[in-house]
């Protein structure tokens, strides 16, 4: 999924629906590893797609795992099992993870364990992340890794001889207060060496993050390992124990993504009654840490029920109420709590959060100063963070969110959008949310709500060949907006009617309408789709050129093709493109631009496209011909050629492509409250 530098969302009213939620980034992760170390094959539904998981599947098919793919559900993973390691000498295999610290830390320990030279990378964001407290458990045991730069971090090498002794009569010693995932990376690790012993480790310090490991222990058993535990102080690995595949697995949804859709569901309003918004995929009675959040949304006020699979919010309490909460069991969900507490009476206080330091950026510095930027005023401390929210319409401001690469921070913060005082929020590189959701900003503009005048249009007018239609597919795929070619739609009518055996004639004028009402279009940058196909060719030919000319004539037909029209004002925004967008379908757009050009100067543009097709013909023919084309469009009694009366003018004669999507850009940019 491509998403533009920044992505601007109108002021969002409500919510109402139901959303399907990718597979957890916690459990997919863990899944692929576990099956990665199993004998035979196993068979993962619903794994999240995602940077994270892409990362992960690329080190082990580098490490020499068979990945099959039968479907878009199902991947078939096979397992390594008892094959022997690659030497230990020679080149590395290297492994670039990316900024995944769920296929890091465990990769590490993983294949210390096992043997073998590697070489692990990551973004450098993945070096700054601790793994020093990891390596030094490892070290413990006699594995041979080392720091290929500052100590403490990645990258790392491994040079371990698979067949040398380890030191494993005694328990291995992590620290628990930086990050769980170092006590994940040994229970996953460790079952390799456990065919004649028993091994333990023992946690230094409070562990935090305690839900995850509950997921990498429910998940253990799944794959045979037998374990003995002293609450979270002490591990034990039972003697004999080896990984064996569990055939099939279903990977629940994500838990951390649930929490943005709750949030949601409890600060905005529904036109659906008592109804609210349904999440599907996880439910009350998850393996997931994170469900607990709902405890945390209950208490603000949100309205939650929900079964084993599916959960039902709406709004209750309003405003929000504001709360104290130790957020150690949720670490990842308490991010929601931050951008939920822009909505609560009073200061809200979230405590025990060290590790958001140590995650994909700053996380306790990051949202004190992008929730300051709307109005809120924030307390950050090393381990809390206090959020007093801006209150009444007022002191909300509009803001361009900067979101550090990290995409927990795009997503909670994109909840700003519900703000009271109907502003417009823009997030700043929003494909950072691919790390675990690439359809996010999908599925939250699917469920949301906001009044049709909120929905920015962009309005691009003008005669034949001017190049209107090119450049409205380069200022949708900047702005990530939805795109609208009307002038293929007579033609798209004209096709359908075709394949329903509808001729084009006055007498079905009726059925032709209806047609065209609601006719399956999509439009991106470079084709045209009518029911899932693509008929970008197809709409072009002579014959449906002719029958779409008859078509045009037809005032039902118009009028069917007017509402069709407004129907692509969908969230975030449109851009248009035609010969009346800004005088008749959209005469409140915010941004109407005329695009014109020389007729010598379209001529010659038409020339090339033509010739470059095999088309034979001249200069002086095309330049006559657009002439006499605009003086019809420019008389017609219907929605006549040209310009808005406050569009502004573009003359894209002596300017490139790259060129004339800048100047509208600029203009869309100046007519924004986050322009400075």
């Known amino acids: 999924m491509d998403y533009p530098a920044f992505l601007d969302i109108p002021a969002l009213q409500g919510v109402a629906g139901r959303v399907r939620l990718p597979g957890s980034k916690s459990i997919s992760n863990r899944v692929l590893l576990l099956a990665a170390l199993s004998e035979g094959s196993?068979?993962?539904?619903?794994?999240?797609?995602?940077?994270?998981?892409?990362?992960?599947?690329?080190?082990?098919?580098r490490l020499g795992c068979t990945v099959q793919t039968p479907d878009a559900d199902r991947l078939c993973l096979g397992g390594l099992g008892a094959s022997p390691p690659p030497p230990h000498t020679g080149a590395p295999v290297k492994l670039f993870l990316g900024n995944a610290g769920t296929a890091m830390r465990p990769l590490a320990a993983a294949l210390a364990l096992r043997g073998g030279h590697y070489e692990?990378?990551?973004?450098?964001?993945?070096?700054?992340?601790?793994?020093?407290?990891?390596?030094?458990?490892?070290?413990?045991?006699?594995?041979?890794?080392?720091?290929?730069?500052?100590?403490?971090?990645?990258?790392?090498?491994?040079?371990?001889?698979?067949?040398?002794?380890?030191a494993l009569d005694r328990a291995i010693r992590v620290r628990g207060d930086v990050s769980s995932q170092f006590l994940t990376a040994l229970l996953m690790a460790l079952p390799q060496r456990a065919q004649q012993r028993e091994l333990s480790i023992e946690v230094v310090g409070e562990l935090i993050s305690k839900?995850?490991?509950?997921?990498?222990?429910?998940?253990?058993?799944?794959f045979g390992i037998a374990l003995r535990r002293d609450g979270y102080r002490r591990f034990t690995i039972l003697a004999g124990s080896r990984y064996h595949s569990p055939g099939v697995l279903q990977v629940e949804a994500d838990a951390?993504?649930?929490?943005?859709?709750?949030?949601?569901?409890?600060?905005?309003?529904?036109?659906?009654?008592?109804?609210?918004?349904?999440?599907?995929?996880?439910?009350?009675?998850?393996?997931?840490?994170?469900i607990r959040f709902i405890d945390a949304a209950r208490a603000m006020g949100a309205k939650i029920t929900g079964d084993a699979h599916s959960l039902q919010v709406r709004r209750g309490r309003w405003?929000?109420?504001?709360?104290?909460?130790?957020?150690?069991?949720?670490?990842?969900?308490?991010?929601?709590?931050?951008?939920?507490?822009?909505?609560?009476?009073?200061?809200?206080?979230?405590?025990?959060?060290?590790?958001?330091?140590?995650?994909?950026?700053?996380?306790?510095?990051?949202m004190a100063a992008e929730l300051g930027r709307l109005g809120a005023h924030c307390e950050a401390g090393e381990d809390y963070l206090r959020i007093t929210p801006p209150g009444d319409a007022a002191h909300w401001r509009?803001?361009?969110?900067r979101t550090y690469d990290d995409h927990r921070m795009a997503m909670c913060l994109s909840l700003a959008a519900f703000n009271p005082a109907g502003l417009p929020l823009r997030i700043l590189e929003p494909g950072c949310v691919a790390k675990t959701f690439p359809g996010y900003f999908d599925a939250l503009l699917g469920v949301a709500q906001t009044a049709a005048e909120r929905i920015p249009v962009i309005c691009i007018d003008g005669p034949t060949a001017s190049g209107k239609g090119t450049l409205a597919a380069a200022v949708a795929a900047r702005l990530g907006y939805h795109l609208l070619d009307s002038g293929a739609l007579y033609r798209l009518t004209a096709l359908s009617a075709a394949q329903h055996g509808v001729g084009p004639q006055a007498a079905n004028e009726a059925v032709l309408a209806e047609l065209a009402a609601s006719l399956p279009v999509r439009f991106d940058a470079t084709r045209v789709w009518l029911a899932g196909q693509d008929v970008s060719e197809a709409i072009r030919t002579e014959?449906?050129?002719?029958?779409?000319?008859?078509?045009?004539?037809?005032?039902?037909?118009?009028?069917?093709?007017?509402?069709?029209?407004?129907?692509?004002?969908?969230?975030?925004?449109?851009?248009?493109?035609?010969?009346?967008?800004?005088?008749?379908?959209?005469?409140?757009?915010?941004?109407?631009?005329?695009?014109?050009?020389?007729?010598?100067?379209r001529a010659e543009r038409r020339h090339k496209q033509l010739i470059s097709k095999g088309i034979s013909t001249t200069i002086a023919d095309l330049r006559a011909d657009l002439e006499a084309r605009d003086a019809r469009d420019m008389q017609r009694q219907s929605a006549p050629l040209k310009p808005a009366e406050d569009a502004l003018l573009l003359d894209s004669s002596e300017l490139t492509i790259d060129e004339t999507v800048d100047r509208v850009l600029g203009w869309w940019q100046a007519r924004q409250p986050f322009a400075h």
């Open 120 to 166: 692990l990378s990551g973004v450098a964001r993945m070096h700054e992340r601790p793994i020093g407290d990891l390596v030094q458990a490892l070290q413990q045991l006699g594995c041979a890794i080392e720091y290929l730069g500052t100590p403490g971090f990645p990258p790392l090498r491994i040079r371990q001889d698979a067949a040398a002794p380890l």
């Open 256 to 290: 951390s993504s649930a929490s943005y859709f709750i949030a949601a569901g409890a600060i905005a309003a529904s036109d659906t009654g008592q109804k609210g918004l349904k999440i599907e995929g996880v439910g009350l009675t998850s393996i997931q840490g994170d």
């Open 319 to 366: 405003p929000l109420k504001a709360i104290s909460l130790d957020c150690n069991h949720i670490p990842d969900a308490a991010m929601t709590l931050a951008a939920m507490a822009l909505y609560a009476e009073g200061t809200t206080e979230l405590t025990n959060i060290a590790s958001w330091r140590v995650k994909e950026t700053d996380r306790i510095a990051a």
């Open 42 to 61: 196993t068979e993962i539904r619903g794994l999240l797609h995602s940077d994270d998981t892409r990362v992960m599947l690329d080190a082990l098919r």
């Open 543 to 601: 014959q449906i050129g002719m029958q779409a000319s008859q078509v045009s004539q037809l005032p039902l037909v118009r009028s069917a093709l007017v509402a069709l029209q407004h129907g692509f004002r969908r969230l975030p925004g449109l851009v248009a493109d035609g010969r009346d967008m800004g005088t008749v379908i959209f005469p409140q757009a915010p941004l109407k631009i005329y695009l014109t050009a020389s007729a010598q100067c």
């Open 211 to 222: 839900p995850y490991i509950d997921i990498t222990l429910a998940l253990l058993e799944r």
């Open 398 to 401: 509009a803001a361009s969110i």
